[in-house]
């Protein structure tokens, strides 16, 4: 027992040194911006309050946030200093929600504003800077909110359950999954409406509305349509997303306007499509797949083996 306990206490003691260094250096990196942009922005009068608060966000509250448990680890104190964290977590997952339209600012502002242009190509020459740009360094909260989420862990586990700490630590790795949890949920949503208006944009005309509230994306590909009257093969590209599954075909490579688009031939809704793998319809590597509506039965055939089985996963957990 006494082993184990010294050696848990080295494996605390080095991750406790090696949260306040990562502390420190995060610490340097977000005095830049508040040093050298916010602070001098501010008082030049540059950037309009409302445009500064939506590029910035609530970076000053984080560095306080970090300042102050840097100063609780210099001194051994974790438990009061992960206490005192736990209330400023929240603002992680704020400046993660405001970080897109952050981007966005500052790119407009960039394009308007030529006082504003000129002066962060000038700072961003400062030796401090090593030649890194504004923006590399506005994503570094919620870089450190992922490395947080790792050291705690591992100070929660090289910890006896019989100590003070040991409470104060599960509750902050508690807290720290639960915002980067948060954090992760704003990403995959903005992927998502990404993905959704990229597959919008590559299918003529407005008819299918892709973009729906509540729609995730899955996934696409080229299949076989397998017709049943003995005709030849259709190829056609599928989007399948968590309600209803697209098919469409090339427009013509010479239309003027559409010649790189996709014309929408079906849209299949899942909530009452059955999926099943068909076997011995194909002599060569590959297979099929039946997919049951209420009032058709589609056939889509690959080549390929791994792609059947793939699509054959995501259709029946789409439809699941």
């Not at 349509?225 to 209803?244: A, Q």
Request: aromatic content about 10%; some cysteine; overall charge positive.
């Amino acid at each position: 027992v006494e082993d184990q306990r010294a050696r848990w206490e080295r494996k605390r003691s080095r991750t406790a040194k090696k949260l306040l260094e990562t502390e420190h250096k995060y610490l340097e990196q977000l005095d830049l911006v508040l040093t050298y942009f916010v602070t001098i922005l501010k008082a030049k009068g540059t950037l309009k309050p409302a445009v500064l608060e939506t590029i910035f966000g609530p970076l000053e509250s984080l560095y306080s946030a970090s300042h102050v448990l840097s100063l609780h680890l210099e001194k051994g104190n974790l438990g009061p200093g992960l206490e005192n964290f736990c209330q400023s977590l929240d603002l992680y997952g704020h400046y993660a929600e405001n970080l897109e339209q952050a981007n966005k600012t500052l790119k407009e502002q960039l394009r308007k504003n030529k006082s504003f242009r000129r002066f962060k190509k000038l700072q961003e020459t400062r030796p401090q800077f090593q030649g890194r740009e504004l923006e590399d360094l506005l994503p570094l909260p919620l870089q450190r909110l992922h490395q947080y989420k790792h050291f705690f862990r591992d100070l929660l586990e090289n910890t006896s359950p019989d100590t003070p700490e040991y409470q104060k630590l599960a509750k902050t790795v508690k807290s720290v999954c639960e915002v980067s949890q948060w954090v992760q949920d704003i990403f995959d949503k903005r992927q998502n409406s990404l993905q959704l208006l990229r597959v919008q944009k590559l299918l003529k005309g407005q008819k299918t509305q892709v973009l729906t509230p509540g729609r995730w994306y899955i996934r696409e590909g080229w299949l076989l349509v397998v017709p049943s009257k003995g005709e030849e093969l259709k190829r056609r590209m599928f989007f399948l997303f968590s309600d209803i599954l697209i098919a469409a075909k090339p427009c013509h490579p010479l239309h003027p306007l559409n010649s790189n688009k996709l014309s929408c031939q079906a849209v299949y809704p899942l909530h009452q499509c059955s999926v099943d793998k068909v076997f011995g319809h194909t002599r060569s590597q590959g297979g099929l797949l039946s997919l049951s509506f209420p009032h058709k039965t589609l056939l889509l055939m690959s080549s390929n083996q791994q792609e059947i089985n793939d699509w054959y996963r995501s259709l029946t957990g789409a439809v699941r």
